[in-house]
């Protein structure tokens, strides 16, 4: 088996590589600086100078696969950036990964991501005039309005917000959480998911529609905290949504279409999520190195310690089998297609955060009380990544999904019983 890159994946990973060296890197401390000055809730100016930059070299809307597994609603509009394949892509998501806010700088960040790629498959050509189009240039941001409070929403069927038909609008009714984006100034659009047929199966009772977030009704309640940090200015809200009133023709693909446009959304978002934790466990395995070479302790540096040298190598093991499971994942996508790959993209999304937990945790033993500090970026990065084990499906559910097929194997196994002796 090859497991050499080809030309282009190569070329693409090493421009952003090399892009993130020479245009992020340096202006990271600039960042925190302006994060943690005035308002919380702002546009962060060194992120809108980069993406300049980003866009005039060619580095912008990567995720786009060049064929989404079926044709476009409405496929006269044509989506600008480079349509990397799953795989390509994924490369270039671990590198962003690496620093927090490179993403962003690419156009590549969620929910914008999700957000474009159902827009773009699914969305009218009015939709995509209207909001398409400045998500693409990079000019507003948006949010995806899904997971309730009131319910279990690991099932998307639980979803309770009503959206009723009334003459030429719908008017919705309902509370969302974790609705990640909504604090950000520039977020002008949210997808919301809700019911509009609550007696139909329960697979088709779902839509999904486009709601501005100045629509008279939408009100953003709170920003919700992770562990503490707030992750301003992107942000998670608890938004009510309070006899919203929005046209008709805002539905997205036709009523009780919302459950089979979710399920195309989160493939290729579990593989960017996974591929840019891997970069976050690399980032963590060298300031964990970094440390230990750096430190003195009983007489010798803390990495001449045995326990150490133990946690690095597994460290080091399990961020390779990661990634070779990661890229397995997004090649399978590309070849047989989503519905072929669910297997894989289960299994990478409990594997990826669950490992890059354990390396963020070795890394933050390694530098003591500095890291559980803001002093460095280890703490936040732990939070963050921990949310990743809810997002886009709890391990539960995909631990479950993973199981039926291990054994759906043995449809013909019996219970054995053991003979005497």
């Known amino acids: 088996m090859d497991f050499t890159l080809n030309e282009r994946e190569t070329w693409f990973r090493d421009r952003v590589r090399s892009f993130i060296d020479r245009n992020i890197r340096p202006r990271n401390a600039q960042y925190h600086a302006q994060e943690a000055e005035g308002d919380r809730w702002k546009v962060i100016p060194v992120i809108e100078e980069v993406k300049q930059i980003a ?45 927090s806010w490179a993403s962003e700088c690419f156009n590549c960040s969620a929910p914008d ?8 498959r699914y969305g009218t050509r009015a939709q995509k005039d209207r909001w398409l189009k400045p998500l693409m240039h990079g000019e507003i941001r948006s949010a995806f309005l899904m997971t309730e ?6 099932d ?3 979803i309770e917000t009503s959206m009723v038909r009334d003459g030429d609008h719908y008017v919705i009714n309902g509370r969302k959480w974790w609705s990640s984006g909504v604090g950000d100034p520039r977020c002008k659009i949210a997808i919301v998911m809700g019911k509009t047929s609550p007696d139909a199966h329960r697979h088709q009772q779902q839509s999904q529609i486009l709601v501005p977030m100045d629509a008279p009704g939408v009100r953003i309640e709170r920003m919700l905290s992770v562990y503490g940090y ?7 809200g608890e938004v009510v949504l309070d006899n919203v009133r929005v046209p008709a023709e805002n539905i997205i693909l036709g009523e009780g279409r919302g459950f089979e446009i979710a399920q195309g959304r989160l493939g290729p978002g579990r593989i960017h999520h996974c591929m840019r934790t891997i970069g976050i466990a690399e980032s963590a395995i060298e300031a ?3 440390r230990l070479l750096s430190r003195v ?31 397995k994942a997004a090649d399978m996508m590309d070849k047989a297609g989503n519905k072929a790959a669910r297997d894989e993209i289960a299994m990478i999304k409990v594997q990826a955060p669950t490992m890059a937990l354990n390396i963020l945790d070795d890394a933050i033993q390694a530098h003591g009380g500095g890291g559980v500090s803001g002093d460095f970026e280890l703490a936040s990065a732990w939070a963050n990544v921990r949310t990743l ?11 479950r999904a993973i199981a039926r097929a291990e054994f759906g194997k043995y449809p013909d196994a019996k219970a054995e019983v053991p003979g005497r002796g």
Not at 68 to 80: C, I, N, T
Request: charged residues 25%.
């Open 55 to 99: 866009r005039a070299e060619g580095l912008w809307n990567f995720f786009m696969p060049p064929h989404s597994g079926q044709p476009p609603v409405d496929d006269s509009f044509e989506f600008e950036g480079e349509q990397l394949t799953n795989l390509e892509y994924a490369l270039c998501a671990e590198e962003m990964g690496r620093i």
């Open 113 to 120: 991501t999700g957000n474009m790629e159902v827009l773009n």
């Open 149 to 154: 409070p009131a319910v279990a929403s690991s």
């Open 156 to 158: 998307a069927t639980n």
């Open 230 to 236: 707030d992750h301003a200015p992107h942000g998670h």
């Open 288 to 290: 964990m190195a970094k």
């Open 297 to 327: 302790a009983f007489g010798k540096r803390i990495a001449d310690h045995s326990v150490w040298e133990q946690r690095i190598a597994r460290a080091r093991i399990d961020i390779e089998m990661t990634r070779l499971l990661c890229l």
């Open 389 to 399: 084990r809810f997002a886009d499906g709890p391990d539960e559910v995909h631990n």
